[in-house]
């Protein structure tokens, strides 16, 4: 009985030793993850999303970037995927959006971009895509926007993945679980999420 009691007892040391090496494993993986991404990086992960659409054969006929990440990362797309059209090769048109809102009494406000126009991608395959998806409400409402454009076909992509977003993009290059910073995100010089809340915004009563 005794050896039996041994050996139970060790089994939950062992149990309890493996429970808190999965738990430091996993503080670790979201502590290296709260990181400044490399252009290196942003180069690898362009190339995987690049391979998933040429594997799905979808060559869209515009690429609508979200944000500055979006920008960036669909210029990137446009001159490095292969479109072949009469025996020549060409870049695919870029249009970059951007949404606009302002902080009231702690509350994001949604403001009406008149200077984005939809319209002229009736029928076209658009790609949309983003430099990061962290919750995917920017995602759905461009998605919901290019849908009432009537496009012929839509599919959306990002370079960075959150693991809690609600919106899960065709394409992505990696999945992580903490936020980051992209490499166009100088310190010191004054970057911000537009749709994070400013740290002088006051909630008034």
């Not at 979201?30 to 992960?45: A, G, P």
């Not at 009406?112 to 990061?132: C, H, I, R, T, Y």
């Not at 166009?184 to 749709?195: A, L, N, P």
């Amino acid at each position: 009985m005794d050896t039996m009691k041994d050996i139970l007892e060790w089994a939950g040391y062992i149990l309890a030793a493996i429970g808190f090496g999965v738990t430091i494993y996993k503080t670790v993986e979201v502590w290296l993850n709260l990181k400044r991404f490399s252009w290196s990086e942003v180069d690898k992960y362009s190339k995987v999303l690049i391979k998933k659409m040429s594997k799905d054969f979808f060559v869209p006929d515009v690429i609508v970037g979200i944000g500055r990440g979006g920008a960036i990362v669909g210029s990137i797309l446009s001159g490095n995927i292969v479109v072949p059209t009469c025996n020549k090769e060409r870049n695919i048109p870029i249009l970059g959006v951007d949404r606009l809102y302002e902080w009231q009494h702690g509350t994001r406000v949604e403001i009406d971009n008149k200077m984005v126009d939809f319209s002229p991608l009736a029928e076209k395959k658009v790609l949309l895509v983003a430099g990061d998806v962290l919750t995917g409400g920017t995602m759905k409402f461009y998605v919901q926007q290019l849908e009432q454009a009537k496009v012929a076909e839509l599919r959306t992509g990002c370079l960075v993945k959150g693991v809690a977003a609600t919106f899960r993009p065709d394409y992505f290059g990696k999945e992580i679980p903490a936020d980051f910073n992209m490499p166009w995100m100088y310190k010191g010089y004054g970057y911000s999420r537009d749709s994070r809340k400013p740290l002088n915004d006051k909630k008034q009563a």
